[in-house]
């Protein structure tokens, strides 16, 4: 027999929940009352909680996105030339990135439930730094093909897997400033690039290896150190966090409970409910939403350098200019986040960063002999694009109730959306800057327009859902079952 929390009541500083007694297929008993652990406050346990999970998964997906990227920073000290890369070659390099990374997304979450994160996200962990460091030692293209694809395969459950994580251990309106704190590690990550590539990159011919050898090794050999830590210290879910006592682990399912429904942790995921989320149109709609975004931001993090090595920096100063756009995005979007979880509202703070791309592109697509406006577009860009995906994933996740759904869901938006990936590695084939810059504007409007239409479904979904009754008798599990389907789950616009 389970014990499941239904309740949250606050009554400062004790805080009472409800938790009911379940039995499968029986209607649940009175509720019997719940007290916030005397020894601590809500405040201090969410600050407990951030403490010993937020660094780990910003950390780790900080290391993913460098070495995903760090190839366009190698590219400017010379990649190309040695391995004799010709026409298209170089994005078909990136592109093959894609191919596992998109297959692969809902395995992992699947796999990261059975298994636990912190064995299968530390695991991966290593494996990508490995491939990463395997990179600097290709001699060819077959070679730079090969480590591009299992790097993919590596990586392609950390940041469903991340986000999923975070998603089972906060409330609605408390996770967009987590989501978008761990999410802004890929704008640490460009930023810390940059910088880092100057340094490694005049290592040029040290011990015999070029400049871009270097950055793959030293970047690739960090990660796998950071990999063997998290093998020992990484989170789990609510469930097998040790570093909880049992009435802070109780008092933590309850307070998800009230927020999001009974979870159904305790079961594992089929390919049934993987059929019964991907029935669901507003699944779909998450999925063009992160679609439409990612061809653009995939576009910066690839080719900025080379957009900003055309407007005649050396090498050195293009990896020093590629910085502040990064380090702008990253205050910018724990800006948005913060108002967006003050208002409890995710539709606006999405689109408006979106906005605020579309000028950046504007801007381009008409100031072609104006440096410092042009660089003024990419900060633009850059910022309105890193902030609107955080809040766009947030939004979408924590609208899905559940275990089974919310994994599913989250690995399918992210896996879907990366097709744009594939996109973006051919926006800019050779010198033609403009092309770019026009398929960029066309998928950032797909993408607003997506979210436009969730925004709308999703109202109507509560509305619909307020005037309908429960029936009777149904049971909490049943209530899990269903997940954000039940009656009783509101969206949050």
Same mark, same amino acid.
Do not use: E
């Given at each position: 027999m389970a014990s499941q929390p239904q309740g949250d009541t606050y009554l400062s500083p004790t805080v009472f929940l409800t938790i009911t007694s379940l039995t499968p297929r029986i209607t649940p008993t009175a509720p019997a009352p719940v007290i916030c652990p005397s020894h601590t406050t809500p405040r201090r346990l969410t600050t407990k909680i951030d403490l010993h999970l937020v660094p780990f998964v910003i950390i780790l997906y900080l290391m993913a996105f460098l070495d995903r990227v760090n190839i366009a920073n190698a590219r400017a000290f010379g990649l190309e030339t040695d391995l004799g890369l010709s026409g298209t070659q170089f994005n078909t390099a990136l592109t093959i990135f894609f191919v596992p990374y998109i297959l692969f997304e809902i395995p992992s979450n699947i796999l990261l439930k059975k298994i636990s994160p912190r064995i299968w996200l530390s695991g991966c962990c290593i494996g990508f730094g490995f491939i990463t460091m395997m990179q600097g030692l290709v001699q060819n293209y077959a070679g730079i093909l090969t480590t591009r694809f299992l790097l993919g395969l590596f990586e392609c459950g950390m940041f469903p897997g991340c986000f999923y994580l975070l998603g089972m251990w906060y409330r609605r309106e408390e996770a967009q400033k987590r989501f978008s704190l761990f999410f802004s590690s890929t704008s640490l990550a460009g930023a810390f690039g940059g910088l880092l590539a100057s340094g490694l990159g005049s290592m040029d011919y040290m011990r015999g290896y070029r400049g871009w050898r270097w950055i793959f090794l030293i970047e690739g050999a960090a990660t796998v150190v950071i990999g063997a830590i998290f093998l020992f210290t990484f989170p789990g879910f609510v469930e097998e966090a040790k570093w909880l006592r049992d009435d802070e682990r109780d008092y933590i399912k309850a307070r998800l409970h009230a927020d999001q429904g009974h979870s159904a942790a305790e079961r594992s995921i089929t390919l049934k409910d993987v059929g019964k989320v991907m029935s669901d149109y507003k699944v779909w709609l998450g999925g063009f939403m992160y679609f439409g975004i990612i061809v653009p931001a995939y576009s910066y993090a690839y080719f900025s350098p080379t957009i900003v090595q055309s407007y005649g920096y &050396?090498?050195?100063?293009?990896?020093?200019?590629? @910085?502040?756009?990064?380090? !702008?995005?990253? @205050? $910018?979007? *724990?800006? =948005?986040?913060?108002?967006? &979880?003050? +208002?409890?509202?995710?539709?606006? $703070?999405? !689109? +408006?960063?979106? /906005?605020?791309?579309?000028?950046?592109?504007?801007?381009?697509?008409?100031?072609? &002999?104006?440096?410092? !406006?042009?660089?003024?577009?990419? @900060? +633009? =860009? /850059? *910022?309105? *694009?890193?902030?609107? *995906?955080? =809040?766009?994933? /947030?939004?979408?996740?924590?609208? +899905?109730?559940?275990?089974?759904?919310?994994?599913?869901?989250?690995?399918?938006?992210?896996?879907?959306g990366n097709i744009g990936g594939i996109i973006a590695t051919y926006s800019f084939v050779g010198g033609d800057f403009r092309k770019g810059y026009i398929i960029c504007v066309s998928f950032i409007c797909l993408s607003a327009l997506s979210c436009i239409i969730y925004a709308v479904s999703i109202m109507a979904e509560n509305r619909k859902k307020a005037n309908q009754t429960l029936p009777e008798g149904m049971t909490e599990q049943e209530k899990a079952e269903l997940g954000d389907l039940n009656p009783d789950f509101k969206y949050m616009l």
């Open positions: &050396d090498k050195i100063q293009t990896q020093l200019h590629s @910085v502040p756009p990064w380090a !702008v995005a990253f @205050v $910018f979007a *724990m800006v =948005i986040a913060t108002a967006s &979880d003050w +208002l409890k509202h995710r539709f606006l $703070f999405t !689109v +408006l960063p979106i /906005c605020i791309s579309i000028s950046g592109f504007a801007i381009l697509l008409n100031v072609h &002999d104006n440096l410092p !406006v042009q660089y003024a577009a990419l @900060v +633009l =860009i /850059c *910022m309105g *694009m890193y902030s609107a *995906m955080p =809040i766009q994933v /947030c939004w979408f996740n924590m609208n +899905l109730g559940g275990h089974h759904r919310r994994a599913v869901g989250s690995a399918w938006q992210i896996g879907f």
